[in-house]
């Protein structure tokens, strides 16, 4: 009984913690003409629902391509390594790039980013410009010294 509740549990654990599920919308009807049995509104919790689902996939999906380290991993590890990282954004007419600052294990993301630029994403609200992800090279500090 319990192994196969186990998967639930953690599924909910990675939804609540990992990507905020508890901060949905209410779901009832607070101008319900009967309080004690208000009616549902499914809208917004569907779709918060539908969203945390999506976003639990693409980063399995992510994990997956980044080696034998990160697969199977939660989303909170791989949000916090990859995905919130400070960098700078650069416009120019034909593209925007997102550069991230170096960090340690960034080599892991060089297949998703050669994956993304190769889709050739486009801002249609942006007069088209292309995306294009790249990563900081470490910068030597002398002689066979990386800082990161």
């Keep these: 009984m ?22 949905v919308p209410c779901g009832y009807d607070k101008n319900s003409p009967d309080p004690s049995r208000p009616r549902f509104q499914r809208g917004a919790l569907q779709l918060m629902g539908w969203l ?26 791989i949000r916090r390594t990859f995905l919130n990282r400070p960098g700078m954004v650069y416009g ?5 790039i997102v550069q991230f ?30 995306v294009i992800l790249s990563l900081t090279p470490h910068q030597r500090a002398g002689p066979g010294r990386l800082i990161s």
Excluded: C, M
């Design 2 to 23: 319990f192994r196969a509740r186990e998967n639930h549990e953690q599924a909910y654990r990675v939804g609540v913690h990992d990507e905020g599920l508890d901060a």
């Design 52 to 77: 945390v689902g999506l976003v639990y996939n693409a980063v399995a999906e992510l994990s997956a391509g980044l080696g034998k380290d990160w697969e199977g991993s939660h989303v909170r590890p």
């Design 92 to 96: 120019t007419p034909t593209s925007l």
């Design 101 to 130: 600052d170096p960090f340690a294990g960034q080599e892991a993301l060089i297949p998703a980013i050669d994956a993304f630029n190769a889709g050739t994403h486009h801002l249609p609200w942006f007069e088209g410009r292309r």
